[in-house]
């Protein structure tokens, strides 16, 4: 009977250990050591506005990886719509009413050095916008220009590190010609390219890949059809470019382009409680990358 009872107890304590084991191997807030030699959290479609919920999720997650993981990733990057809105309306003058600013009052505490890519909603100077619309030459300018004074980034830019490029795009600035990236930005990234770095992209709106996916609505899509230019570039370049992180579309997604280059769509965090990214770890010896999609909170 002692024996009996004795083992029960103990298959119960054995059952507890193992739960526990699986529920806290399961929590996504605990990360893995990526044995690679540079590591970044990929986050989008954050869309800071008048929802707080927001607000506290990302200075949450900006808190985490202060305490506890920065010194196991090198960067965070953003793939655009950061905000709902540059405003939530340009005529007033309220302290909550800028909302890049809010943005940027928690990010500002990040310890991990952050990069932000421009998507269609960081366009938009107010809620009375129609992100979908068409954009002028004039409107891209200005909302440039208030990015540029508010947090000091340009609207696309090259990093180089551990020998690689990353390369933030822009997908909205050439909207005024009813494409996506205008010629300047063409030239650009070719000029970029040319050191043979192995790269990574960065930009806001899907891709068309080699195998039919869901990215988003297909008038969003970026195709050969209106950029081949861009595509071309591609092309050129698909054994040196290693990968492009995209959002827009809300959800996670997956393929390849030119059978090469792979391509991740990352879910949007504002729509998304769990507070979903990727986590890519960089082999700079075999020129490689691992992705990780996870997600910040558990329910």
Not at 280 to 299: A, L, Y
Request: glycine fraction near 4%; charge should be neutral; include cysteine.
């Amino acid at each position: 009977m002692l024996t009996s009872q004795k083992n029960i107890v103990t298959n119960k304590i054995l059952a507890i250990i193992i739960t526990s084991i699986l529920l806290y191997g399961c929590n996504n807030k605990t990360i893995k050591n990526i044995k690679t030699d540079y590591s970044f959290l990929v986050i989008s479609d954050v869309h800071i506005s008048s929802d707080e919920n927001k607000d506290v999720r990302l200075a949450e997650l900006v808190e985490e990886i202060n305490e506890l993981y920065f010194k196991k990733f090198d960067a965070i990057f953003f793939t655009g719509d950061n905000v709902s809105s540059f405003y939530k309306n340009k005529n007033l003058i309220e302290s909550n009413n800028n909302r890049v600013k809010k943005l940027y009052t928690i990010l500002k505490k990040s310890k991990v050095p952050y990069y932000l890519t421009l998507g269609n909603h960081d366009y938009k100077i107010d809620s009375n916008k129609d992100s979908d619309e068409p954009f002028t030459k004039t409107e891209i300018d200005q909302i440039e220009k208030l990015w540029k004074k508010f947090t000091s980034i340009e609207p696309y830019y090259l990093i180089k590190n551990k020998g690689w490029n990353f390369i933030v795009l822009n997908s909205m600035r050439g909207k005024y010609l009813s494409r996506n990236f205008d010629n300047e930005q063409i030239s650009f990234l070719k000029e970029s390219l040319k050191n043979d770095n192995p790269t990574i992209l960065f930009f806001h709106h899907p891709i068309q890949t080699d195998n039919f996916k869901i990215w988003c609505k297909p008038k969003d899509l970026v195709t050969e059809e209106t950029e081949q230019d861009f595509f071309k570039v591609l092309e050129e370049f698909k054994h040196q470019i290693k990968g492009i992180f995209v959002g827009h579309g809300h959800m996670w997604q997956t393929d390849t382009i030119f059978d090469s280059i792979k391509v991740f769509e990352t879910d949007s965090f504002a729509d998304n409680e769990n507070s979903p990214y990727y986590i890519v770890g960089v082999d700079t010896t075999k020129n490689t990358i691992q992705v990780s999609q996870r997600e910040f909170r558990i329910n």
